[in-house]
C-alpha cells in the first residue's frame, strides 16, 4: 500500500467516470425515450436545477439563506421574453441579458447582505413580494394578471427549435455549463473564501476576507444564474404568468437544495428532479399525489441530513465495500506485487 495514500483523490477518480456516464446518458435519453411529454418535463428538471444551483452558491456556500430567488426567476424570463417577443433581440443575447438584467437588481440586495439568518430570509422575501407585485400589476409591460403571451421559440445560429428534442438539448446543456463551471469555483480561492465564510463569518473576517464584498458577490451570481434559468423557462412554455414567480416558487427552489444536499450540486439537481418530476408522474393516483409527495419528503429527511447527495453517496461506499469483500484475494506469492 502506498505512503501516499489520499482519499480524496480516489473519490475524485470515481466521481469523472460517474459524471462522464450520466452526460452520455443525458446525451442518449432522447433517442430512447422519445416521448414529448417526457422530454419537456426532463426540460423543467434541467432549467429548475440551475436556478437551485444559483441557490447553492447562497445557502450552500457562503450560508445565506435567501428565499427572494423567484423574484430573479421571473426578471429573467420576463426580461428574455420583452427582448425576443416586442424587441426582436436573437435568443442568445436575450438569455444573456435576462442573467444581466436579474444580476442587476441584486445589486438592490447588497445592503441586506450584513444581515443573517432569519433577518436575511425576511429581507429576500420582501424583495420577491415587491417584483411579484409589479409583475402582476404593470400590464403595460408584462401583461399583468393576463400573462405574457407570443414568447417566440428559442433561435441558435438561425435554427429554430421547434422540436421538443431540440429543447431539451438546449436546456440540458446549459445545466451542464452551470454545473462545471460552479464545480470548478467550488475548489478555487473564491470558493475556499465563502465556505470559510459560511463556517465562521467573523474567523474569515479576521483573516482578511472581505465578507461583505464576498457575500454581495455570491448574490450576483445566483442572481444571473436565476435569470438565465427564467430566460429557459420562458421560451420553454412560452406564456408567463404572476403566478409563476410568487414567493411559493423561492421556497419551492429552497425545498430542492435542502432534499437534495446543502451544498451538493450534484444534490441540487437530485432535488428538482424529485420536485419538478415526481408530482407530476404522481398524477396516476388523483389527489393523493401531492400526500405521497411530502411523505417522500418527510422520508428523505428523516433517514439523511444531507440530503439525496449523501444517501446515495452512503449507498455508494457500501455497495463498493460489499464489491471488494467479494473480489477474489491474490494468491499469496503474490502480496508482493499488490
Known amino acids: 500500500?502506498?505512503?501516499?495514500?489520499?482519499?480524496?483523490?480516489?473519490?475524485r477518480a470515481a466521481v469523472h467516470p460517474v459524471t462522464l456516464l450520466v452526460v452520455a446518458a443525458l446525451i442518449v435519453l432522447p433517442w430512447a425515450e422519445p416521448d414529448k411529454f417526457t422530454l419537456h418535463i426532463l426540460s423543467l428538471i434541467a432549467i429548475a436545477s440551475i436556478a437551485a444551483m444559483g441557490l447553492q452558491v447562497l445557502l450552500g456556500y457562503s450560508g445565506q439563506l435567501s428565499i427572494g430567488q423567484a423574484a430573479f426567476y421571473?426578471?429573467?424570463?420576463?426580461?428574455?421574453?420583452?427582448?425576443?417577443?416586442?424587441?426582436g433581440v436573437p435568443f442568445p443575447l436575450a438569455l444573456v441579458g435576462a442573467g444581466a438584467a436579474a444580476a442587476i437588481a441584486s445589486l438592490l440586495m447588497?445592503?441586506?447582505?450584513?444581515?443573517?439568518?432569519?433577518?436575511?430570509a425576511v429581507a429576500t422575501l420582501g424583495f420577491s413580494i415587491i417584483v411579484y407585485l409589479f409583475i402582476q400589476n404593470e400590464e403595460w409591460l408584462t401583461g399583468g394578471s393576463y400573462g405574457f403571451i407570443g414568447i417566440p421559440r428559442a433561435e441558435l445560429f438561425g435554427y429554430v427549435?421547434?422540436?421538443?428534442?431540440?429543447?431539451?438539448?438546449l436546456n440540458v446543456g446549459v445545466a451542464a455549463i452551470v454545473y462545471f463551471t460552479f464545480a470548478r469555483i467550488e475548489g478555487s480561492r473564491f470558493g475556499r473564501a465563502i465556505n470559510a465564510i459560511r463556517q465562521d463569518a467573523d474567523a474569515a473576517r479576521a483573516s482578511g476576507i472581505g465578507v461583505t464584498l464576498l457575500k454581495s458577490e455570491c448574490f450576483v451570481i445566483a442572481a444571473f444564474v436565476a435569470g438565465v434559468a427564467g430566460s429557459l423557462y420562458a421560451h420553454e412554455v412560452r406564456y408567463l404568468a404572476p403566478n409563476d414567480f410568487t414567493f411559493w416558487k423561492s421556497i419551492e427552489m429552497l425545498i430542492m437544495v435542502v432534499i437534495g444536499g446543502v451544498g451538493s450540486l450534484a444534490g441540487a439537481i437530485l432535488g428538482a428532479a424529485v420536485v419538478v418530476g415526481l408530482p407530476e408522474y404522481l398524477r396516476a393516483i388523483g389527489d393523493y399525489r401531492m400526500l405521497v409527495f411530502g411523505a417522500i419528503?418527510?422520508?428523505?429527511m428523516l433517514f439523511g441530513e444531507g440530503g439525496l447527495a449523501a444517501l446515495l453517496a452512503t449507498l455508494g461506499r457500501r455497495v463498493a465495500?460489499?464489491?471488494?469483500?467479494?473480489?477474489?484475494?491474490?494468491?499469496?506469492?503474490?502480496?508482493?506485487?499488490?
Do not use: C
Not at 1 to 11: I, N
Not at 161 to 169: K, V
Not at 321 to 338: F, I, T, Y
Open 1 to 11: 500500500m502506498s505512503a501516499s495514500f489520499d482519499p480524496s483523490a480516489r473519490l
Open 74 to 87: 421571473g426578471i429573467g424570463a420576463y426580461t428574455s421574453a420583452l427582448l425576443t417577443a416586442k424587441l
Open 110 to 120: 447588497v445592503p441586506i447582505t450584513r444581515l443573517t439568518g432569519a433577518y436575511l
Open 161 to 169: 427549435l421547434r422540436d421538443q428534442m431540440s429543447s431539451y438539448y
Open 297 to 300: 419528503l418527510i422520508a428523505t
Open 321 to 338: 465495500a460489499v464489491a471488494m469483500r467479494s473480489a477474489p484475494k491474490l494468491p499469496p506469492g503474490n502480496e508482493a506485487a499488490r
